[in-house]
């Protein structure tokens, strides 16, 4: 097919996933938090295989039930449709600092030391502006950002990790967005139209005919229809994109620029579930004949290096465990000769990986990182002199993020809720929150952020260290000192067992301090605890197989509650302590399914209480934003997901001119 000409009815059924395909997106998806949706028994009739022979097209495994959709025409007619909001994420953060003007020029921003929640408010306002024109900004330039650990791939379907998400922000490609305030919207970027059907069950979108492939192809509706179904195809392993997508019915390209999405139900979740990374069709539906997981084959590895895709930005080199190059696309903004879209502000983008904060903090201050978020001790310590301020200045903000001991429920320490809430009882907060975090984060005691709509109305009153009583939930849960050698023993299974376990935590001096704090509170129970510090990928892996006993970690907010079903549903591969509980389960489909946001926050309240009951985690604390900037750096604002991840986020960063 080509330009405009309409899919006939058996096209469309084609697209639907069950039936192979009949032929032949600048918003990678913002996901703070990682979406998973637990894999379901492949249904029976559906094709499998490598192709077809008759037809030659690809052949997947899927997840989906057919079904048939009707006609443009039909639908049409049928669905009372509302316009939804389609924005241009830059014009809206200007048209907000317009009506926000910064407290101090930049000029006198630059001058200041934060050093007070006054000057913190000037350097964020006054730094934070766009540019006024074209002149002020730096051409050309490089920036040269942070990621604490190496991407798992470039491939959008298959991220997994922030670093992934950073990377692929980029370089990926798709129809929506959301702005500070979390609000969805599609991006004028890519979208002409988007509408949602009054009943909540389709949303149809025409996406722009000046849409490229960094191959020189057109972005088609028919990507779009293709990318849901290697979503949905269960040989590939989807590790955070494929959540929430079982209650899409199908997604079906009508023509090369409009394609509709079926909803199984009328969801509040539906907006969100419509926001998925697209790949190319032509590239992929020839490797995937060879690899369904997208991962082992040559091809695939060569697309991990040198991948095709739809956003701002292309794959110039790769160095695993060092560096990953970008560099702006001119037939992503340019199109027949003129310019259709924003011309992004930095022509290359290189991600340096750095573990270590002592070693990032270096090469901030040596000018070989350009931003990076900061550690406690380095906030108050280390980023106060002349030696900082020369080059850099910093700035904080509030950001959805929580930090926690979690626990593997299906090893035999962790199983009793009573030696979880022992667990709680043993931290030592003080020390942690005041002395090794600086009084710089508020204790956490829930999920769920306060300043969220779900949060808590009141705060509960959080742990405090109570050695006496976890030793008694300790010794009514049947682990005591049976042979007097000092540590806690149990026999399970008819073999008495020592209550000696490993933490692992990724390899970040402070992480490893607060992790040897619970280890040192333990040993005055009875209880072994061994620090296992890990590289960020190895304990990525070990978390996906729960090949650990506890971890430490943190998770940043969803753009809805319902993100979080992915951690704490029974089965869902992001629950990563295998946690389980009915009523949890039932209340994330409660909190789906009801659309009015008062009843909606009744739901993830409930579900709140029930894990602080639970134990799953001991929360530790919330962490707010705390960043370093080069001086040459501006535009930069905050949301609850932090400076980046949202819209416009890193597309509002500009270099100044020297």
């Known amino acids: 097919m080509s330009g405009s000409t309409p899919c006939n009815e058996q096209d469309v059924k084609l697209m639907m996933g069950c039936l192979p395909a009949s032929s032949s997106s600048r918003v990678a998806r913002q996901i703070s938090l990682p979406f998973l949706f637990a894999l379901m028994l492949l249904l029976p009739g559906c094709p499998k295989g490598p192709g077809n022979a008759a037809t030659g097209e690809l052949e997947m495994s899927t997840l989906l039930k057919p079904f048939d959709p009707p006609t443009l025409e039909e639908l049409n007619a049928k669905a009372e449709w509302e316009d939804q909001p389609v924005l241009d994420g830059l014009e809206e953060y200007r048209a907000f600092k317009a009506k926000h003007p910064p407290l101090v020029s930049m000029a006198e921003a630059l001058k200041l030391r934060n050093d007070s929640a006054e000057n913190n408010e000037k350097i964020l306002t006054g730094l934070g502006q766009p540019y006024a024109n074209e002149s002020e900004m730096k051409q050309n330039a490089t920036i040269n950002r942070l990621i604490r650990g190496d991407i798992n791939s470039t491939n959008g379907l298959l991220a997994q990790s922030t670093s992934d998400f950073d990377v692929i922000g980029m370089t990926g490609m798709g129809f929506f967005s959301f702005d500070w305030n979390l609000k969805p919207f599609a991006s004028k970027d890519t979208v002409v139209s988007w509408q949602t059907s009054k009943d909540k069950l389709y949303d149809k979108v025409v996406i722009r005919k000046d849409l490229v492939w960094s191959d020189g192809r057109p972005i088609t509706a028919h990507d779009v229809a293709f990318s849901f179904r290697v979503i949905m195809n269960p040989d590939v392993k989807i590790p955070a994109v494929r959540s929430g997508m079982e209650t899409i019915l199908g997604v079906v390209a009508y023509d090369d620029y409009t394609f509709v999405i079926f909803h199984k139900e009328s969801l509040a979740t539906n907006v969100w579930n419509c926001n998925f990374p697209i790949i190319p069709k032509h590239i992929y539906e020839v490797s995937l004949r060879e690899d369904p997981t997208m991962v082992d084959s040559r091809r695939h590895q060569e697309l991990e290096a040198n991948p095709v895709v739809g956003g701002p930005y292309k794959v110039v080199k790769r160095v695993k465990g060092q560096e990953i190059i970008l560099q702006r696309r001119e037939d992503y903004y340019m199109y027949g000769g003129k310019q259709v879209r924003s011309k992004p502000n930095f022509e290359q983008v290189r991600f340096r990986v750095i573990e270590d904060s002592t070693t990032a903090l270096l090469a901030l201050n040596r000018g070989q990182v350009d931003d990076m978020t900061l550690q406690p001790q380095q906030w108050v310590e280390k980023t106060i002199d002349d030696s900082f301020y020369e080059r ?234 705390f960043y370093a900037f080069n001086k040459n750096l501006r535009g930069y604002m905050f949301s609850p997901r932090g400076p980046f991840h949202y819209s416009p986020g890193f597309d509002a960063v500009w270099p100044a001119a020297q």
Not at 423 to 442: E, G, Q, R
Not at 448 to 458: A, L, R
Not at 494 to 522: H, M, V, W, Y
Request: glycine share 8%; aromatic share 14%.
């Open 392 to 625: 850099n200045t910093k700035v904080r903000g509030e950001e959805w993020t929580f930090f926690f001991f979690g626990w593997n429920l299906k090893r035999p320490y962790f199983t009793d809720v009573r030696v979880r809430k022992a667990m709680s009882n043993a931290v030592n907060y003080d020390y942690i929150l005041k002395t090794l975090c600086y009084d710089l984060y508020p204790q956490c005691s829930s999920d769920f952020h306060p300043g969220s709509w779900w949060g808590p109305i009141k705060p509960r009153t959080p742990y405090k260290q109570d050695l006496e009583q976890a030793a008694r939930l300790l010794d009514e849960a049947g682990w005591k000192d049976t042979d007097g050698d000092g540590i806690r023993d149990k026999e399970i299974n008819g073999r008495k067992t020592p209550f000696e376990f490993s933490i692992i935590t990724s390899n970040d001096q402070l992480r490893i301090d607060i992790c040897a704090s619970l280890a040192g509170s333990l040993s005055q129970l009875g209880i072994v605890c061994h620090v296992q510090p890990v590289e960020f990928t190895v304990m990525q892996q070990r978390l996906q197989d729960h090949e650990f006993d506890a971890n430490f970690g943190g998770w940043g907010t969803g753009t809805d509650p319902s993100t979080s079903s992915n951690i704490w549903k029974t089965g869902e591969d992001r629950n990563y302590g295998q946690y389980s509980n009915a009523r949890v389960d039932e209340l994330f489909e409660l909190g789906r399914t009801e659309l009015v946001q008062e009843k909606r926050a009744v739901y993830y309240r409930e579900i709140d209480d029930i894990l602080w009951e639970d134990q799953p985690y001991t929360w530790l604390y919330y962490r707010s934003g």
